[in-house]
């Protein structure tokens, strides 16, 4: 299970949850996958998935931008 933060009706992901999701995608288990990695660094810019091509509203995606980087307290 991924943590997800909800602000302003938006989730948002970590870098390496970003990985995760897109390991935990099976290709064959799916309608659509798309899935682009930004050329510099190479994390998961884009991911798209369409779990189901017969059932309407069920696709879901993540784009990276306006990236931040979170300091960790111990």
């Given at each position: 299970?991924?943590?997800?933060?909800?602000i302003n009706n938006?989730?948002?992901?970590?870098?390496?949850?970003?990985?995760?999701?897109?390991?935990?995608?099976?290709?064959?288990?799916?309608?659509?996958?798309?899935?682009?990695?930004?050329?510099?660094?190479?994390?998961?810019?884009?991911?798209?998935?369409?779990?189901?091509?017969?059932?309407?509203?069920e696709e879901y995606?993540?784009?990276?931008?306006?990236?931040?980087?979170?300091?960790?307290?111990?």
């Amino acid at each position: 299970m991924l943590s997800k933060e909800k602000i302003n009706n938006n989730y948002l992901l970590t870098i390496d949850e970003l990985f995760k999701l897109v390991k935990s995608i099976a290709p064959d288990s799916v309608s659509y996958l798309s899935i682009e990695y930004e050329e510099r660094f190479g994390y998961p810019s884009t991911i798209f998935v369409d779990p189901d091509s017969q059932i309407a509203d069920e696709e879901y995606g993540y784009k990276t931008y306006s990236l931040e980087r979170i300091i960790k307290i111990r």
